[in-house]
């Protein structure tokens, strides 16, 4: 077990807690300029694979295990994983586009998740010339629960306490405390709560 470090490009910075560096087990590559990297102390790496292209930052916080964490940041991407959140295993953080993935405190994601800002190729208007699908952050609060293989999309914003449910696709909005399912996620329940 190993955190690797390639450094292909200049003026990046990395700083993983000791105790992450000791017993991590992930590759960080920088393909370009100007990235930051922070991963917090007593944070469980366990397969990551983070490729950053050029300006991007990346932060885990403390006590999160972070397990098969797949992330490509193009180009001025922005991923904050708050602190004490649990990644069960492979999820995909995509920023092929500027944009921000922000993950609040005490998460739960499951595996086969997949997070991105962006539709990955442009689409325009054939009369005007105008895109039709600009890039737009990714928004999930404090102790939320994205359950396996559900997908976050472009605009996707998830309000404190709630429940992504199984293979749903959030496309927008889903506010506080409820269950959303579905393509594309409705709620299903309000006033809920739930436990790890």
């Known amino acids: 077990m190993a955190v690797e470090i390639v450094d292909r490009g200049a003026r990046n910075r990395v700083v993983i807690a000791p105790d992450v560096m000791a017993n991590g087990n992930a590759t960080?590559?920088?393909?370009?300029?100007?990235n930051e990297?922070?991963?917090?102390?007593?944070?469980?790496?366990?397969?990551?694979?983070?490729?950053?292209?050029?300006?991007?930052?990346?932060?885990?916080?403390?006590?999160?295990?972070?397990?098969?964490?797949?992330?490509?940041?193009?180009?001025?991407?922005?991923?904050?994983?708050?602190?004490?959140?649990y990644f069960t295993w492979h999820t995909r953080l995509f920023l092929?586009?500027?944009g921000t993935?922000?993950?609040?405190?005490?998460?739960?994601?499951a595996s086969g998740t997949l997070f991105t800002v962006s539709d990955m190729h442009p689409i325009f208007d054939r009369a005007s010339g105008a895109r039709i699908n600009l890039p737009r952050d990714v928004m999930v609060e404090d102790e939320v629960w994205i359950s396996q293989e559900a997908v976050?999309?472009?605009?996707a914003q998830v309000g404190r306490g709630s429940v992504i449910a199984l293979r749903a696709?959030?496309?927008?909005?889903?506010?506080?405390?409820?269950?959303?399912?579905?393509?594309?996620?409705?709620?299903?329940?309000?006033?809920?709560v739930w436990n790890l």
């Open 169 to 192: 696709v959030v496309t927008g909005p889903i506010p506080e405390h409820c269950i959303a399912a579905g393509i594309p996620a409705r709620v299903v329940r309000e006033n809920i």
């Open 96 to 98: 092929h586009e500027p």
């Open 28 to 34: 960080i590559t920088l393909d370009g300029d100007d």
């Open 152 to 155: 976050l999309l472009k605009g």
């Open 37 to 85: 990297v922070v991963i917090e102390a007593a944070c469980i790496l366990n397969g990551a694979r983070i490729e950053l292209g050029s300006r991007n930052r990346f932060l885990a916080g403390y006590q999160s295990r972070v397990n098969a964490l797949e992330v490509y940041a193009r180009e001025a991407g922005n991923v904050a994983i708050g602190a004490g959140n």
């Open 101 to 109: 993935i922000a993950i609040g405190s005490r998460c739960l994601i």
